[in-house]
Every structure is written in C-alpha cells, then in structure tokens.
T-cell receptor, first 117, second 113 residues
C-alpha cells in the first residue's frame, strides 16, 4: 500500500514570495506522483505529475515539483506566488504499472496555501 | 483532458431520504470511475471504484448497502446515498481517467438535515 504525508497543514506567505509545499510518500513499488489544487467548493485540478524521466516537472500556473527517490519526496514549488494561488493543495500517489488500467489515488491530508498582501 | 460533470452540485435533504448523485464523463469512455468523499477541511477518501457493467468495489469501512453505485454505461456512474443521515453530509467527488491521469468532477455538496 502507498501513503502520502504532507507535513504542513497551512502555509502562509506574502504575495510575490517563493513557496515550497512538502510531500513525502511511502511505497514498496514504483509510483506515479501528482499535485492537485482545489479551490473552495470545487473539484480538483491537476497541477503537475511525475511518471518517469526528468525528476523536475513543470506544471500549470508556474508551479514545478522535483521527484527525489532517495528521500521519497515530491515537493511543490513556485518562485513567486499570487493572491489567486490561495487554495488547498493535495499531493497524491498511485502505483505505476505497465497497464492503462485506472488505479485509485491515495491523497495526502492537504496543505492550505494562504497568500496575503 | 477529460471533462467530468456532476449533478446536482448542491443537495439538501431530510434525514431518512435517499439522494442520487450523477457523474458523467462527457468526452472520455470510462470503464472505471472513482467516488471520493471529503469532509470539511479534510482530504479526499476513496469510497468505491465503479466498474462499468459489473459490481462496484468498496473500500474497507464503506457500507455497500448504504452507498449504492451503478455504472450502467461508459459515460455515467451514479451514487445513491440511501436513508441519509446528518453524518452523511459531505462533499462527494467522482473521477475518471487512466493510470497516468485522473480527471475530477466539480463535486456535489450534500447536506442532510
């Protein structure tokens, strides 16, 4: 089974400052990793994902994440945040297998990013 | 990516009644759909995996007789909360997709009075 830990439940940051949201995972098999963003009363939107290849993954809205296998981490970063980035961010993991069959996601507990002026 | 809709977006019902929530995949044929539940300020918890043309697979601790799932076509899955109680009040979200990407619906907010 897989598990995901997001150590920070809330991250306050000033606008235009850099931010890092931490995510660590645990798994006995290879995994795919994801970051999703959720705005109030909405579903989840995919920010970025790591499947294989380059460990630095770039996503939408200026976000990027780096896969670190030795530290089992997949931290999300943005060099300069905006007020509109205020939202809940979820890290998720699923097993990486050689089939296209859909597999359930295991989510972390989420990190609330609060951007202020 | 795939477009996923849910209906209704909001529902308020009396305790003891049943509520049906629809999840539609508008441009993706989904043999599998997932149903999640999210309590306020908490993460998404998988309830069940909906399989087209066969029985759903429920996660441990989820009552299959209370949360009825029907996946009659490649574009529609329904979740029926039977005999709803206030503790069933939550945000219900469905998703579709393959292993490499899951697309989520906008969610349905259920409030049981």
């Amino acid at each position: 089974a897989q598990s995901v830990t997001q150590l920070d439940s809330q991250v306050p940051v000033f606008e235009e400052a850099p931010v890092e949201l931490r995510c660590n995972y645990s798994s006995s098999v290879s995994v795919y990793l994801f970051w999703y963003v959720q705005y109030p009363n909405q579903g989840l939107q995919l920010l970025l994902k790591y499947l294989s290849g380059s460990t630095l993954v770039k996503g939408i809205n200026g976000f990027e994440a780096e896969f670190n296998k030795s530290q089992t981490s997949f931290h999300l970063r943005k060099p300069s945040v905006h007020i509109s980035d205020t939202a809940e961010y979820f890290c998720a993991v699923t097993r990486a297998l050689n089939t296209g069959t859909a597999s359930k996601l295991t989510f972390g507990t989420g990190t609330r990013l609060q951007v202020t002026l | 990516g795939a477009v996923v809709s849910q209906h209704p977006s909001w529902v308020i019902c009396k305790s003891g009644t049943s509520v049906k929530i629809e999840c539609r995949s508008l441009d993706f044929q989904a043999t599998t759909m997932f149903w999640y539940r999210q309590f306020p300020k908490q993460s998404l918890m998988l309830m069940a995996t909906s399989n087209e043309g066969s029985k759903a697979t429920y996660e441990q601790g989820v009552e299959k007789d209370k949360f009825l799932i029907n996946h009659a076509s490649l574009t529609l899955s329904t979740l029926t909360v039977t005999s709803a109680h206030p503790e069933d009040s939550s945000f219900y979200i469905c998703s579709v997709g393959g292993r490499e990407t899951q697309y989520f619906g906008p969610g349905t907010r259920l409030l049981v009075l």
